[in-house]
């Protein structure tokens, strides 16, 4: 009964379980950083494209023009906050390593105390 109690009441039971937890999504959230960033540039490069191939030189107003730039600036600013995501996972992903194998480590030296 006290053990439930304990679960419901924090978020985690250790910290070992917590770095393993992170560990195992950590390479899934690099990797959407990256397909995002991927995506990103591949759709500028589509709609630039189509600029280039004078597909939208029809008589347009302005808030269709108003509309493309927006769309640019956001696709831009996208690329840039996936770039910035991806080095911040890149960065931290050294650290968690770090922390996971200190964690090892004493693991390891606590249980050789114990025998």
């Known amino acids: 009964m006290k ?3 304990e679960r419901e009441t924090y978020p985690l039971r250790t910290l070992h379980d917590f770095l393993l937890d992170l560990e ?3 390479d ?3 990797t959407g950083s990256l397909v995002g960033i991927i995506l990103s540039a591949l759709l ?5 494209r189509m600029l280039d191939l004078r597909l939208f030189f029809r008589p347009r107003t302005f ?3 108003l509309f493309l730039l927006f ?3 956001l696709l831009l600013y996208s690329i840039y906050m996936f770039y910035e995501q ?3 996972f890149r960065r931290w992903e050294k650290r968690i ?3 996971i194998h200190l964690e090892e480590k004493l693991m390891e030296e606590a249980i050789e105390r114990e025998d």
């Open 3 to 5: 053990e439930d109690k």
């Open 28 to 30: 899934k959230f690099r």
């Open 24 to 26: 195992r999504e950590w």
């Open 44 to 48: 500028l490069f589509f709609i630039v």
């Open 86 to 88: 991806h080095k911040f």
């Open 97 to 99: 390593g770090l922390l």
């Open 63 to 65: 808030l269709d023009t």
């Open 71 to 73: 769309i640019i600036f």
